[in-house]
Nanobody, 116 residues
């Protein structure tokens, strides 16, 4: 069964760092693939990063590879997105996403704004 998830947001300056954190409820978190998506104004929602259930396989969008780090803590049932060296292009609504098989669940999304 898919997990219900929540997301956190914030504001940052170009070149700075922020960490998004998502807490999931339910007992199936440990078998879920967790991801972060984002949607900028006028653009389609895109996958930013994902991590498998045990945390040893991670994928990143080309636009964030080398700057963002996804991690998970199965004991605390949380997944985090560390955003380093942020750019104006990182401004978007960020969504936490959980997937178990074909079942999925989205967080409500929160705005992340990068501005000088």
């Amino acid at each position: 069964q898919a997990q219900r998830v929540e997301s956190g947001g914030g504001v940052g300056q170009p070149g700075g760092s922020r960490t998004r954190s998502c807490a999931a409820s339910g007992c199936m978190f440990n078998v879920a693939t967790m991801s972060w998506y984002r949607q900028a104004p006028g653009k389609e929602r895109e996958l930013v990063a994902s991590v498998n259930s045990v945390g040893n396989r991670k994928n990143y969008a080309d636009s964030v590879r080398g700057r963002f780090i996804i991690s998970r803590d199965n004991a605390k049932k949380t997944v985090a997105l560390q955003m380093n060296n942020v750019e104006d292009a990182d401004t978007a609504v960020y969504y936490c996403h959980a997937r178990i098989g074909t079942a999925t669940s989205w967080g409500q999304g929160t705005q992340v704004s990068v501005s000088s």
